[in-house]
């Protein structure tokens, strides 16, 4: 077993979790009125987007549990995590970059840090191949 890999595993676990059900709490919490038609077409739409970080994540947390409990994905196991490195990294940039555009808010990169998590987990992804 790879240290690595099993706090990546655990930390993604927790993510999926917190992403899905704190997440779209979070979301509910800006729901516009039923009779603003556009306005909530565009937040179905953004709630949307939200919840396919979700299945991302999930499907994150099943490969590293294969690759670190099973040898079921051993002959791919460094491209699998090659890639799902690659993958948070550009994440990561592409949340900052989208943080960085937003306009201003007070200690933004500090309140708005997934782009934090998805660095240490592309990280703890590469060193642990």
């Not at 995590?81 to 007070?106: E, K, R, W």
């Amino acid at each position: 077993m790879n240290t690595f890999l099993i706090i990546a595993n655990v930390i993604v676990l927790i993510s999926v979790i917190v992403h899905m059900f704190l997440g779209d709490k979070d979301i509910k919490s800006i729901m516009p009125d039923l009779s603003e038609h556009k306005r909530f077409e565009n937040w179905i739409m953004a709630r949307g987007a939200f919840h396919v970080v979700s299945v991302d994540i999930l499907m994150i947390t099943a490969g590293l549990t294969l690759i670190n409990f099973t040898d079921l994905l051993d002959p791919h196991r460094t491209i699998l995590l090659q890639i799902m490195s690659i993958y948070f990294l550009l994440y990561a940039v592409f949340f900052l970059i989208v943080v960085t555009v937003s306009g201003s808010l007070p200690k933004k990169f500090l309140k708005l840090c997934q782009w934090a998590l998805f660095l240490i987990l592309s990280g703890l992804i590469y060193f642990g191949i």
